[in-house]
């Protein structure tokens, strides 16, 4: 059974960097695809970043390509969410999900497994 924890959020200046970490306790963690999300108030929850199993292929939302890089330590069970760059915009509750499978997964509705989320703010 996977269980995420998220962890890493914070108050941030614009331009800053934070990294969030997500650890999966369930033990199977190399089995499952991964994903980052966010959700700001008053609008849907949105994918930011997605990873394969292996790490081996990645996907970006447009709003964060150049500035963000999902990351994942099978090892530690253990995905990571650089963000650099930080702007007001990306002020949201950031969850990380998770599902089996072997491809990149893009969808809110194709993850199983969901972390409580962390809160990043970032101030102007």
């Known amino acids: 059974q996977v269980q995420l924890v998220e962890s890493g959020g914070g108050l941030v200046q614009a331009g800053g960097s934070l990294r969030l970490s997500c650890a999966d306790s369930?033990?199977?963690?190399?089995?499952?695809?991964m994903g980052w999300f966010r959700q700001a108030p008053g609008k849907e929850r949105d994918i930011v970043a997605a990873i394969t199993w292996s790490g081996g292929s990645t996907s970006y939302a447009d709003a964060v390509k150049g500035r963000f890089t999902i990351s994942r330590d099978n090892a530690k069970n253990t995905v990571y969410l650089q963000m650099n760059s930080l702007k007001p915009e990306d002020t949201a509750v950031y969850y990380c999900a998770a599902r089996r499978g072997y491809n990149l997964y893009l969808g809110r509705t194709d993850y199983n497994y969901w972390g409580q989320g962390t809160q990043v703010t970032v101030s102007s």
């Open positions: 369930g033990g199977t963690f190399r089995n499952y695809a």
